[in-house]
């Protein structure tokens, strides 16, 4: 089994954690809402093979600061920024929903720093006749239940650890939120389907069949703007937090597309 | 002391299940609710009754800023204002206010205030809120992140844009202009009477002592809900070397007044209820958009808190609305009612208590009719007002008053008519 590393990178906007695991070809992880207050066991299988590299966004546990973060361009570059300073330059790269959008921009705006893309359930489109949920408008006690298909065992792995500090932990969390609706606020529609056309790397959109939040069907029209081939997998039984809810399926999909493109 | 008769417009018309089938009187509100030939009259009578107000002698009418709200008919208080203006003649024009972030430029709201300043002969207030997260937010899609950046970046360029004696550049970190120059220029010199509604956050405290603006808590709940905010204001401000005028403070509230306590009773129940049962009616999960509350303010609010589960899954829940108080409305003071003696000795009371010496009045609220407003507004104005007028005058010069020009110089709506 291996063991999981932390280290610290200097950024243009302050410093960022960064997670590894494994050795290997590098693949790197954006994660989606909340960010990762803990490790989760996607990249556990993931390391499995490879090498897996998770570094934090801005405002995200372990994150620079976000609230210098004013508009798209300031939040593209400091995801690249990150994405740099943790060595992912050419890698492959998969990004969960918030994640996801970030990591498309940067496949799209630099295709030397991202080899193959692979994008869970990401933010970044709206759609008139299919809307997405106003995930910012949601009492916190019922967010769970629309985040995950597993909602007790979601509130246990973002609940705070033994021997965390309650209000810290809350805090942290919460911050999460706010950067993330810093970013997408406020229909989560960065535009970003007019530059998915850059996008000429090879590609996979994962979603969950029951993502409360982002629709499914989201999933095609993706694939459908990216220039590069792209595939689509939807994941039956596994909601918006479809890395959580179902780590086997989404670890065996992207194994499949990594080993053979 | 100032009395201000303050004006919020709901819609009076909500059902009886209005609560029970209906998940917000803000934000998502059925627009099939609201009948306009209704809203036609109830904006007409909401006119009228202002304008009764000013002429019974209070010292200033006020309007406010809503949107998607059942219960604030005013998205743009300025049309209201400005009709004020022209038919009013002596009262205050109290603009409480406009949401700062939601105006680009923010120089918009300095050429309004400006345009009614010059109408109404220096008479206005301007009032400048952060604006409610279901207004801004939700409502008009404001960033909640980057809404007070935004706010106190517009606070630097209106006031400037009032102050300043030459066009200039304003390269702010959301609004540039190449050429800044609001036409026309304020009665009021150096600039209009600022007034700040808070909901008691230091950051606000603070800006009201360095800038010299006048700081209003505005709770629905009345003097008692208000006490630890204004204590905590007044704390702050010694702090900070600042004197304890109170003329720099103000408090909402709402007020029945009858012949006696019983008649009282029985004439504000119903809109009271209205009031607090249908109107405050709004759905938890539009009051805490992540980023609306900035992370030391947060901090804050935890560390006061026993942490228990039931408040671990609403502390990022704005405390704004508070609806299991209802039921208590006279009881815990949220309205103030009785016989004119009765309210005044409450009014001086939480007054003297709070340290406050502008008082923001509901004399309108719920469903309301008119000729029960004007009512409640004539003995106010004839039997309470005259008891309480002096208090503080004497110690302390009111300095976030508007000063307009001389009565003699102002031109009147009737005299113009002529």
């Known amino acids: 089994m291996n063991a999981m590393t932390e280290r610290t990178v200097e950024t243009p906007g302050g410093a960022a954690r960064v997670w590894e695991m494994g050795s290997g ?17 996607l990249l556990d299988s993931l390391s499995e093979n490879r090498q897996v590299v998770v570094p934090s966004l801005p405002g995200y546990p372990g994150g620079s600061d976000h609230e210098q973060l004013d508009d798209l361009f300031d939040w593209i570059l400091a995801a690249r920024d990150v994405h740099t300073a943790s060595g992912l330059g ?26 193959r893309l692979v994008l869970i359930a990401p933010y970044g489109m709206y759609v008139d006749e299919d809307p997405s949920t106003d995930v910012f408008a949601q009492a916190q006690d019922k967010l769970s239940a629309i985040m995950s298909a597993n909602p007790e065992a979601y509130d246990s792995y973002v609940d705070t650890p033994d021997g ?30 007019k530059r998915l056309a850059r996008i000429h790397q090879p590609a996979l959109i994962i979603w969950g069949a029951d993502d409360k939040i982002l629709p499914a069907s989201y999933a095609q029209r993706f694939a459908d703007a990216i220039s590069g081939p792209a595939s689509v997998r ?16 989404v670890a065996e999909a992207i194994g499949e597309f990594l080993n053979n493109p | 002391m100032k009395f201000l008769w303050f004006h919020l417009m709901p819609y009076p018309d909500l059902p009886d299940d209005f609560k029970a089938k209906h998940e917000s009187v ?7 609710l609201f009948d306009a030939e209704r809203g036609h009259e109830v904006y007409n009578e909401y006119i009228d009754e202002l304008e009764f107000a000013a002429e019974a002698g209070l010292d200033a009418i006020c309007v406010n800023e809503h949107h998607a709200n059942g219960y ?21 024009i109290c603009i409480m206010g406009n949401s700062l972030a939601l105006y680009n430029p923010p120089t918009r709201v300095a050429e309004e205030m400006a345009m009614i300043d010059c109408i109404s002969g220096g008479r206005l207030i301007a009032g400048f809120p952060v604006g409610t997260p279901m207004d801004t937010c939700y409502a008009y899609g404001q960033n909640p992140g980057l809404l007070r950046p935004r706010y106190y970046e517009a606070i630097e360029l209106i006031t400037k844009a009032w102050e300043a004696d030459e066009a200039f550049a304003f390269n702010g970190r959301f609004t540039q202009q190449r050429y800044v120059n609001v036409w026309p220029r304020p009665v009021q010199k150096p600039r209009p009477p600022v007034w700040v509604p808070g909901s008691g956050s230091i950051e606000t405290w603070r800006m009201c002592a360095e800038k010299d603006f006048l700081y209003a808590y505005l709770s629905y709940f009345g003097y008692k809900s208000s006490a630890a905010v204004m204590k905590g204001y007044w704390k702050a401000m010694g702090e900070m070397g600042m004197e304890p005028n109170p003329f720099q403070a ?7 007044v009858a012949e006696s306590r019983q008649e009282a009773e029985e004439l504000y129940t119903g809109p009271g209820n209205y009031f607090f049962d249908t109107c405050l009616h709004l759905s938890p999960r539009f009051a805490s958009p992540p980023g609306y509350t900035t992370e030391e303010s947060l901090r804050a609010r935890f560390a006061s808190q026993v942490v228990t589960a039931a408040n671990r899954a609403n502390r990022f829940s704005g405390s704004g609305i508070n609806r299991s108080a209802e039921r208590k409305m006279f009881e815990e ?4 009612i009785g016989s004119p003696d009765e309210v005044a000795d409450k009014i001086r009371e939480a007054a003297i208590d709070l340290n406050v010496g502008n008082l923001l009045m509901l004399l309108h609220f719920g469903n309301m009719s008119r000729d029960l407003t004007n009512y409640n507004t004539q003995l106010f104005a004839e039997k309470v007002m005259p008891q309480l007028t002096d208090l503080f005058e004497d110690k302390w010069e009111h300095k976030w008053w508007p000063e307009p020009m001389a009565a003699a110089k102002r031109v009147m709506q009737t005299e113009a008519a002529e």
């Open chain 2, 250 to 256: 103000g408090f909402l509230q709402a007020i029945g």
């Open chain 2, 26 to 32: 803000w934000v998502n509100i059925d627009p099939g």
């Open chain 1, 234 to 249: 939807i994941i039956e039984g596994a909601g918006h937090k479809v890395e959580f809810d179902a780590p086997d399926a």
């Open chain 2, 333 to 336: 003071g949220h309205v103030i």
């Open chain 2, 72 to 92: 604030g008919l005013m998205p743009s208080p300025n049309l209201i204002a400005s009709i004020l203006a022209r038919g009013t003649s002596d009262a205050a």
């Open chain 1, 90 to 115: 050419g890698a492959d790269l998969i990004g969960a929903s918030v994640g996801g959008a970030l990591a498309a921009e940067i496949a799209a705006a630099w295709p030397d720093a991202v080899r």
């Open chain 1, 25 to 41: 070809e590098t693949v790197g992880y954006f994660a989606g809402l909340h960010g990762l207050p803990g490790w989760l066991p």
């Open chain 1, 164 to 193: 965390e500090d309650e209000v810290e932990w809350d805090l942290t969390r919460f911050r999460a939120q706010m950067a993330a609706a810093r970013l997408l606020w406020p229909l989560g529609d960065t535009k970003l389907g």
